[in-house]
């Protein structure tokens, strides 16, 4: 009965998170959100759904295990030493700024000074993996904001593992229950041994053990589960904990050839049982006690919304940046992560903070999270809105973005706006004819190779209003906007599409514009607000293929009606020409 029972439990847990998953979907929300609300409701003092937390416990530590050990899985040195200036200052500096000014707000506050270290040091943690999440639904993973955010989020998260490693050694010898009690000497004892131990297999048995496993590929995800349990149950009977068991567990692997298959494979387990994690903390989330947490979560979440963005700004423009890059970067560090949660775990299991500071982190977390992920998604009208009063954020020369001069008199033919594989073929076929060219692009490392090709190019983003005005368009004939459309609504994402073509014809271009889109529905949508020309790069190299092997008559260009309109076969020509 009692197992039948737990059965029941965990099927009503599943099912409201599902539902809550959905719910949050539709809101834009990340899912430790809806977890979290899951708990809340299926907790003691709403449904009471959960009756006892014991197995709901179990699921979370082995979830922890899990996430601690793909973290020790991607922890690469060399990706330490490639980081850069930029990375390093920002997040060590924003690090730095939060747990000190978090330090004295929690103490204002009335917060014990030890619990008011925890909750500061919880407070420095933003979460990669959202952050990454919505800059790739935005497209941005590649701009310049978004590479330096991802780069000091990976300070951020080894910041995580120096905080980890300094709680274990705290809590040193206290082990499980049932453990070893090996004493202080030999807990150091034996977490020697177990490092050498995984000193040696790392050099002489991780590569050969893991080509052997990879030859079963069903049997790598129950290996590489059983090898994260397996370690952190280790440091646990020895008194290290489970968390630094699970870290050590992945870096004995991360030398592997494997390790991205492993961490494939182990990704969506992770996210399953870490779902037991968030409920666990919603369901612990006391209602009772929750009116006295109220006031000090609002204040450090107003902390962490608006003081984390201000000290990257700051931090950015003395380094040399605009406004506008150090803002959009700002906004990726305006929530704390589930690592904040574990680590307040920590501090509790080993009786360093009360239970208590978990509820109000967790509230921090709710509040935090589900604002800065608006925040994100609405980055570019948040910042036209903020920019006549972001002055102090922008030295008079940003010189890390200031742009390379073009030659003098430069004038082109034809301007492309994205310099990716698509508009790298183009320019490559417009080079052919003489075509004066000039690539624009958010991306440095595009922009970087289209220079090495030998292409005058500028850096710029299409949804910076005041970029279009610069560009030297007076006597071009064509501008072709060759970046992908939004793969979200352009309601929340911004269509730079759109904006590019309606900012240039603002500026005084006279010329004509070609757009790329990738469905029929998309290309009226453009022809509607003006585009010349509509560029389909997968139906026209389709129907390019279909005519060379003598299929497939040609069909009418995509374009608004005109009194000459082009020929398909002269199409090309007709950009390549104009001028």
């Known amino acids: 009965m009692a197992d039948a029972h737990i059965f029941h439990e965990i099927a009503a847990l599943l099912a409201l998170a599902a539902a809550f998953g959905l719910v949050g979907l539709v809101l834009k929300q990340p899912l430790v959100v809806a977890f979290i609300a899951t708990g809340i409701l299926a907790g003691p003092d709403m449904l009471g759904v959960i009756e006892t937390s014991a197995h709901v416990d179990l699921l979370a530590e082995i979830g922890i295990a899990v996430l601690l050990f793909l973290v020790g899985l991607k922890l690469d040195l060399s990706v330490v030493r490639s980081l850069g200036v930029v990375a390093l200052a920002t997040g060590l500096g924003q690090v730095g700024f939060t747990a000190i000014v978090g330090y004295v707000i929690c103490l204002a506050l009335g917060i014990d000074p030890l619990t008011s270290l925890y909750v500061a040091v919880a407070l420095t943690f933003s979460s990669t993996i959202i952050i990454v999440k919505l800059l790739s639904d935005k497209r941005e993973v590649d701009a310049l904001h978004g590479r330096i955010a991802i780069g000091f989020l990976i300070v951020q998260d080894i910041v995580v593992v120096v905080a980890m490693i300094v709680l274990s ?37 991780a590569e050969r053990l893991m080509k052997l496993v990879s030859r079963t590929p069903e049997l790598m995800l129950t290996f590489a589960l059983a090898w994260a349990v397996l370690f952190a149950s280790i440091c646990d009977l020895i008194g290290l904990g489970k968390e630094l068991g699970g870290l050590l567990a992945g870096v004995s692997l991360a030398s ?106 967790t509230l921090v977390g709710l509040v935090t999270i589900t604002l800065s992920t608006y925040m994100i998604l609405y980055a570019q009208r948040l910042y036209s809105w903020l920019e006549p009063f972001l002055g102090w954020a922008e030295r008079r020369d940003p010189f890390r973005e200031r742009e390379e001069a073009l030659p003098p008199s430069a004038a082109y033919d034809v301007v492309i706006f994205g310099v990716g594989r698509y508009g790298r073929e183009i320019a490559k076929v417009l080079t052919a004819h003489e075509t004066r060219i000039l690539g624009v692009d958010f991306d440095p490392e595009a922009l970087e190779r289209w220079r090495k090709r030998g292409h005058d190019g500028l850096f710029g983003d299409a949804l910076d209003p005041d970029f279009p005005e610069s560009l030297p368009l007076s006597g071009a004939g064509w501008l072709v906007i060759a970046t992908p459309p939004p793969s979200g609504p352009s309601v929340v994402h911004g269509d730079s599409r759109l904006v590019l073509m309606h900012a240039v014809r603002h500026a005084g271009f006279t010329g004509r514009i070609a757009v790329r889109s990738h469905d029929a529905a998309d290309a009226r949508r453009l022809l509607h607000a003006g585009a010349d020309l509509v560029l389909q790069p997968f139906a026209d190299a389709a129907e390019r293929a279909a005519e060379m092997i003598g299929y497939a008559p040609p069909r009418a260009p995509c374009e608004p009606p005109r009194s000459d309109p082009p020929p398909r076969a002269a199409r090309g020509a007709a950009v390549g020409e104009t001028g």
């Open 256 to 361: 592997t050839s494997l390790r991205e298959a492993i961490a494939s494979r182990l990704s969506s387990l992770r996210d399953f049982l870490l779902l037991f994690f968030f409920v666990g903390l919603g369901a612990g989330l006391g209602l009772g006690t929750l009116g006295d947490q109220i006031v000090p979560a609002l204040v450090l979440s107003a902390f962490v919304l608006i003081g984390n963005p201000l000290i990257v700004m700051i931090i950015m423009a003395a380094l040399g940046y605009r406004k506008r890059t150090g803002f959009f970067a700002g906004l990726t560090v305006a929530q704390i992560s589930e690592f904040s949660l574990i680590f307040m775990a920590m501090g509790v299991a080993l009786g360093h903070a009360p239970s208590e500071s978990i509820g109000l982190v």
């Open 169 to 205: 050694t705290f809590g040193v010898g206290a082990g499980a229950k049932g453990g070893l009690g090996l004493g202080l000497v030999g807990t150091f004892a034996a977490g020697f041994a177990l490092v050498g131990a995984v000193v040696l297999f790392v050099r002489y048995g």
